[in-house]
């Protein structure tokens, strides 16, 4: 029965992500402390884990045959996203659980408001689309 | 192109800060990754998006992975679990965002995750100071 929600709340996690084109972990996270009782890091472990294969490959493609990636700038990007990730797992791993807990909900709000910014209508999305 | 390097340079270090957040917090990076390319480089929306899906095909989190798996701090079961409703999920959600405005959707998903991180703060913080966790 527990196995059957986490296949469930991975569904319903997934459907958001596709609706807003968004990463799944900064839901995922929440859900996985909340929903299934686990402990900060752990659920942040667990994350990162779910996010190694590539996920969002069908979702690149689209873009990609539209003319809309930057090759090179995705590989710095991800040359970025390496190193950095391995600097801040090290400072989470030795952070108390109840710290990190509260440092993820003041990024929460910050991911909201980046995202309520994007969300406002820009010209150049308009040019695109006409 | 002159500037070209030293933009692709830049994009370089900023991903660097915003990988740091990726493992500080076991996300994926694209929420802050495709508003920055936006803001500080100009990228079209739509490129930003497509590169940062890009950047994240490459197993970018594997460092920050293999240091949570060396504390012990993974849940392998769970993991494996969610992966394919996610996936499908993601199909699924990705054809019905063409039925609504995604605009409107981004919004009340800002608002959920304000929320999200009001209660986050709270419940860490707040609500239980010496309750052992």
Redesign the interface.
């Given at each position: 029965m527990y196995?059957a929600g986490?296949?469930?709340?991975?569904?319903?996690?997934?459907?958001?992500?596709?609706?807003?084109?968004?990463?799944?972990?900064?839901?995922?996270?929440?859900a996985?402390?909340y929903l299934?009782g686990?402990?900060q890091?752990?659920?942040?472990?667990?994350?990162?884990?779910?996010?190694?294969?590539?996920?969002?490959?069908?979702?690149?493609l689209t873009?990609?045959r539209?003319g809309?990636?930057?090759?090179?700038?995705?590989?710095?990007?991800?040359?970025?996203?390496?190193?950095?990730?391995?600097?801040?797992?090290?400072?989470?791993?030795q952070m108390d659980?109840?710290?990190l807990?509260?440092?993820?909900?003041?990024?929460?709000?910050l991911?909201?408001?980046?995202?309520?910014?994007?969300?406002?209508?820009?010209p150049?999305?308009k040019k695109?689309n006409g | 192109m002159a500037n070209r390097r030293l933009i692709l340079f830049l994009v370089f270090v900023v991903a660097g800060v915003v990988g740091v957040a990726s493992g500080l917090f076991g996300i994926g990076g694209g929420v802050l990754l495709v508003p920055l390319l936006v803001l500080l480089f100009g990228f079209p929306q739509h490129t930003a998006q497509g590169t940062s899906l890009a950047a994240l095909v490459a197993p970018v989190s594997l460092l920050a992975f293999v240091n949570y798996a060396n504390a012990h701090e993974v849940s392998w079961t769970v993991g494996l679990l969610i992966m394919p409703g996610v996936f499908v999920g993601g199909l699924l959600g990705g054809k019905l965002a063409h039925k609504i405005s995604p605009r409107r959707m981004r919004q009340a998903f800002a608002v959920f995750l304000f929320v999200l991180g009001v209660w986050q703060i709270a419940s860490a913080w707040m609500l239980h100071p010496n309750a052992p966790h």
């Open positions: 196995y986490v296949v469930v709340m991975g569904l319903v996690v997934g459907v958001l992500v596709g609706l807003a084109g968004i990463g799944g972990g900064v839901v995922l996270v929440p996985m402390v299934l686990m402990d890091h752990m659920a942040q472990g667990t994350s990162l884990f779910l996010q190694l294969p590539p996920l969002g490959l069908g979702a690149m873009y990609w539209n809309n990636v930057d090759i090179w700038a995705g590989v710095m990007c991800a040359a970025g996203f390496f190193f950095g990730g391995y600097f801040g797992s090290k400072i989470a791993i659980s109840r710290d807990k509260g440092a993820f909900g003041s990024f929460l709000i991911a909201a408001i980046l995202l309520w910014w994007r969300s406002r209508p820009q150049l999305e695109s | -």
